[in-house]
């Protein structure tokens, strides 16, 4: 596997087990495997450009929620956009 696609699959990875990790890519497509391969290629672009600006460059240590809420909240935020 390339290792910017797992870098992308696995971007969680600090709050996330890999089942879950799995399950939620799984859920997303509604379990069908040439979907996931086809979001992953279409998501590279976008994960690669927010990467080289660091992501979240404004985010802080001083931040009033912790980072375990920052990370489920975005996982909702990306489930209902996508």
């Not at 859920?27 to 279409?42: C, H, P, V, Y």
């Not at 660091?54 to 975005?74: A, Q, V």
């Amino acid at each position: 596997m390339d290792p910017g696609i797992h870098e992308q699959v696995y971007s969680l990875r600090d709050v996330e087990e890999e089942p879950y990790t799995i399950c939620r890519w799984l859920r997303a497509t509604k379990f069908k495997a040439d979907d996931i391969l086809n979001r992953i290629k279409e998501n590279q672009p976008i994960f690669e450009a927010a990467r080289e600006k660091d992501f979240y460059p404004g985010r802080t240590r001083n931040e009033k929620c912790m980072h375990f809420t920052f990370y489920i909240s975005l996982t909702l935020v990306f489930q209902l956009v996508f």
